[in-house]
């Protein structure tokens, strides 16, 4: 059964690696490269963790002979990856938030000198710090190239990459339209932000307990798991040896992590 397992899995996983390339291939002549090559670096964000889960599922079935190792290795990779690409997202919209404020104040001081919005966001473009200022170079690229001021602020709103900066392109784009005063709306923005910033910070350090007690229930299972196996060898070995205790190892891992996401989503207070 073991073998027969094995061998399917070996057959999915060299299945999904053939569908990656002949994928790549097919979106190359579409765009009618003429030259184009298959590196890891090209592929989508999607399929390069397609790819690492395949290989990873690979790897540890040819390696450990056990398919229900494997399943557990890629889930852990799924999980893990969710949550380090989830946090590198929040820190970067925390710190853009924190310096929305700075780039309102120089717009404003733009536009109080007698610049256009569309000088002032060139000028906000060369001001700025990373990684906000990134968002300024494309606004402005867009803005060199031709581009209407109002498609350059809606495309940028659709992406943007935290809500404070959503808010404040979302207001220049509907007062550039009113012809409302842009100084007296941008002051009532930076302290409507300021107030937001400092309540984010507020509501973090209140549920940073919870949080904390998600990463301790996720980790005590396995510390169990690994003091039973010390304590009683035999009577924990039919957990890794046998099929049905690799079938329960799987979906303790699998409740372990929907728990975690669980208490991760109840400690995320949006406003």
């Known amino acids: 059964m073991i073998k027969i397992l094995s061998l399917i899995t070996i057959f999915i996983a060299v299945f999904s690696i053939l569908f990656l390339i002949i994928s ?3 979106n190359g002549k579409k765009k009618k490269k003429k030259n184009f090559n298959l590196k890891f670096k090209e592929m989508t ?18 390696v450990l002979q056990n398919i229900v190792f494997a399943l557990i ?3 852990l990779y799924v999980y893990f990856d969710w949550y380090v690409q989830n946090k590198k997202a929040k820190e970067k919209a925390a710190l853009i938030d924190k310096q929305v404020i700075e780039a309102l104040t120089i717009i404003k001081n733009a536009v109080q000198s007698g610049q ?6 060139s000028t906000a473009a060369q001001e700025l710090k990373e990684p906000i200022k990134i968002e300024f170079i494309k606004m402005s690229e867009n803005l060199s190239l031709g581009v209407s001021f109002d498609k350059t602020l809606t495309d940028e709103s659709e992406n943007a990459p935290s809500k404070e900066f959503k808010l404040m392109i979302d207001t220049i784009r509907i007062s550039k339209d009113s012809g409302a005063s842009l100084a007296g709306i941008f002051d009532r923005i930076i302290s409507a932000t300021s107030q937001r910033i400092a309540i984010q910070s507020k509501v973090e350090a209140l549920t940073a307990q919870g949080r904390m007690s998600g990463n301790v229930v996720s980790v005590i299972p396995f ?6 196996y010390v304590i009683e060898p035999d009577m924990m070995r039919s957990l890794f040896t046998t099929l049905a205790g690799n079938m329960l190892l799987l979906i303790v891992v699998i409740m372990i992590l929907i728990g975690s996401f669980v208490i991760r989503k109840l400690t995320e207070i949006e406003f």
């Open 24 to 26: 790549e291939i097919k």
């Open 45 to 62: 964000a999607f399929k390069k963790r397609i790819f690492i889960a395949v290989v990873i599922f690979l790897i540890t079935a040819i």
């Open 73 to 75: 290795a890629c889930v």
């Open 116 to 121: 256009s919005l569309t000088q002032s966001v």
């Open 223 to 228: 510390v169990v798991i690994l003091m039973m």
